[in-house]
């Protein structure tokens, strides 16, 4: 099992940015499959961005396309998230998730695929 803690979440301006990281603990972290997700208020949590156990594919999707970027330092065990150009609309809990048991080296899209969660942090973008 891996124990995620996501941390970076605030209240920005429209336009501003928040990087939000994703440390992992209690198992190798290196090789492991990482997603982050989001869930809005009255909202079903959605996919954001994905990276693959190998780090060399990234996925997004198509609201964040251009503006979020998802990376991995392997040495501090960390996933990062940065978000650029925010708006509105981005405001939500943002989860990261990990695989780290996967054999595979496809980017994974759905909630389903990912073991482990963290408990989220907010964003708030205002206008």
């Known amino acids: 099992q891996v124990q995620l803690v996501e941390s970076g979440g605030g209240l920005v301006q429209t336009g501003g940015s928040l990087r939000l990281s994703c440390a992992a603990s209690g198992r190798t972290f290196s090789n492991a499959a990482v997603g982050w997700f989001r869930q809005a208020p009255g909202k079903e949590r959605e996919f954001v961005a994905a990276i693959n156990r190998r780090g060399g594919s990234t996925y997004y999707a198509d609201a964040v396309k251009g503006r979020f970027t998802i990376s991995r330092d392997t040495a501090k065990n960390t996933v990062y998230l940065q978000m650029n150009s925010l708006k509105p609309e981005d405001t939500a809990v943002y989860y990261c998730?990990?695989?780290?048991?996967?054999?595979?080296?496809?980017?994974?899209?759905?909630?389903?695929?990912?073991?482990?969660w963290g408990q989220g942090t907010q964003v708030t973008v205002s206008s």
């Open positions: 998730a990990a695989n780290a048991d996967t054999i595979y080296t496809s980017v994974f899209t759905r909630e389903g695929l990912y073991k482990d």
